[in-house]
C-alpha cells in the first residue's frame, strides 16, 4: 500500500496517528520543539515543520525529508511540547513509514546507521560501539574513518573490546518481535 496515490494521501495524517497514537492536528505551531532540539540546525525540516506537514497530508514532504532521520529520539521536543505530543514517537513511525514506502531519505547513510544500531542492540540487548563504528564505517566504504579514536578511547574505558550482553536477551528479542507484529510492511 502506497501513499502515493490520492485516497493514501488524505489518510496520511490518520495513519501517523493510528500507528503512534498521537494526534499531529493538535499542534498549534508554536515552534518550542523545533527551539529545543539539539539536532533542529541540521534538519531540513523543523520538528514543527513536520507535524504541519503531516497536518496537511503532504507524505512525499516528510518520508523523503532528512529530519526523520537525523532525529535523535531525545525526547525534548516531547517534553517541551504544551499539547503533550509525543513527537519523537512520530519520528520513529515516520522513519518506518519511509523504509516500508522505499523514500529515499536526504540522508542515505543515516538509514545504514540505524540498521547497524539496531542489530547490534537486537544481538546484545545493548549497543556495542566499537562494532557499531567497525560495521558502520565498513558499510560507507571509510573503514579507518575513525580509527584515530579507538586507542584513546579504549585507554580511557569508553569502549569496550568485546561488549557487554543484558541478562535477559529473550526480552530484547521480544521487543523486536513485538515491533515487527506492530509494523507489517
Known amino acids: 500500500m502506497s501513499f502515493l496515490n490520492s485516497e493514501e494521501i488524505h489518510s496520511f495524517r490518520n495513519r501517523i496517528l493510528s500507528l ?5 492536528s493538535r499542534c498549534t505551531q508554536c515552534g518550542k520543539c523545533s527551539g529545543g532540539c539539539p539536532i533542529s540546525p541540521e534538519m531540513d525540516q523543523q520538528p514543527n515543520q513536520v507535524l504541519r506537514m503531516i497536518q496537511i497530508n503532504d507524505p512525499r514532504t ?3 525529508s532528512s529530519t526523520i532521520w537525523l532525529c535523535a529520539s531525545c525526547r525534548t521536543c516531547s517534553v517541551r511540547c504544551p499539547e503533550e505530543i509525543e ?3 512520530i519520528m520513529d513511525v515516520l522513519r518506518k513509514l519511509a523504509v516500508q514506502e522505499k523514500f529515499s531519505p536526504a540522508e542515505k547513510q543515516v538509514v545504514k546507521f540505524n540498521e547497524i544500531f539496531l542489530d547490534t542492540v537486537r544481538k ?4 556495542h560501539e566499537l562494532e557499531l563504528m567497525i560495521r558502520y564505517n565498513l558499510a560507507i566504504r571509510r573503514p579507518f574513518k575513525d580509527a584515530h579514536l579507538g586507542p584513546s578511547m579504549l585507554a580511557r574505558g569508553k569502549l569496550s573490546i568485546l561488549g557487554q550482553k543484558v541478562k535477559k536477551l529473550s526480552q530484547v528479542g521480544e521487543i ?3 515491533s515487527k507484529r506492530f509494523f507489517k510492511p
Open 20 to 24: 503512534s497514537g498521537e494526534d499531529a
Open 62 to 64: 516528510v518520508l523523503s
Open 87 to 89: 513527537i519523537a514517537k
Open 124 to 127: 546484545r540487548g545493548r549497543v
Open 176 to 178: 523486536f518481535q513485538k
